[in-house]
T-cell receptor, first 112, second 113 residues
Framework: GENVEQHPSTLSVQEGDSAVIKCTYS??????FPWYKQELGKRPQLIID?????GEKKDQRIAVTLNKTAKHFSLHITETQPEDSAVYFC???????????FGKGTSLLVTP | DAGITQSPRYKITETGRQVTLMCHQT?????MFWYRQDLGHGLRLIYY???????DKGEVPDGYVVSRSKTENFPLTLESATRSQTSVYFC????????????FGPGTRLTVT
């Protein structure tokens, strides 16, 4: 969506390294920020989400951080594995109450 | 994931034809969505529905029509298909609108020749 910018568009890392994907949003009313992973030919699936009353959330090797003041949030994947290779989408809720604005995606490649 | 299905999974149609993509969910989720996915554009919202008989436009609604007579079904119709509508279409459902997880269907790959 036009209100969510995502960088980088492609990211290549070696197995075991960390990967960071960053998103910025423009709607100050946004209060829910999910991250989806889409493997080739598959549907997007939620991997982690964060709400505006929390600054950081972790789930095993995945973490998301949120800076409300700067209006940006990031996905951190540690100890990357080849199966982490996929397209990752960030999204932000809108004040309409129904829509999510999606970033354009980051294609992550983890090489053995 | 088996709770939301789409049919057909693949469809080839000609320019000017009408085509309907089906979406069915078994969770009784109030909200349902249609997205199209194109390279370089991510996921763009076409239409959404907050409940049976309540639908509204998203970011790219032109050329599409939706209906929702039953909570579990949300068909998307291309009234007169154009080549620019060649895309992968995803249906999704959610307990609420934008503040809860959206569950995506497996997608329909549509080619308009």
């Amino acid at each position: 969506g036009e209100n969510v910018e995502q960088h980088p568009s492609t990211l290549s890392v070696q197995e075991g390294d960390s990967a960071v994907i960053k998103c910025t949003y423009s709607d100050s009313a946004s209060n829910y920020f999910p991250w989806y992973k889409q493997e080739l030919g598959k549907r997007p699936q939620l991997i982690i989400d964060i709400r505006s009353n929390v600054g950081e959330k972790k789930d095993q090797r995945i973490a998301v951080t949120l800076n409300k003041t700067a209006k940006h949030f990031s996905l951190h994947i540690t100890e990357t594995q080849p199966e982490d290779s996929a397209v990752y989408f960030c999204a932000a809720s809108t004040n309409s109450g129904y829509a999510l604005n999606f970033g354009k995606g980051t294609s992550l490649l983890v090489t053995p | 994931d088996a709770g939301i299905t789409q049919s057909p999974r693949y469809k080839i149609t000609e320019t000017g034809r009408q085509v309907t993509l089906m979406c069915h969910q078994t969770w009784s989720h109030s909200y349902m969505f249609w997205y199209r996915q194109d390279l370089g554009h991510g996921l763009r919202l076409i239409y959404y529905s907050a409940a049976a008989d309540i639908t509204d436009k998203g970011e790219v609604p032109d050329g599409y029509v939706v209906s929702r007579s039953k909570t579990e079904n949300f068909p998307l119709t291309l009234e007169s298909a154009t080549r620019s509508q060649t895309s992968v279409y995803f249906c999704a459902s959610s307990v609420s609108g934008s503040t809860h997880e959206q569950y995506f269907g497996p997608g329909t790959r549509l080619t308009v020749t």
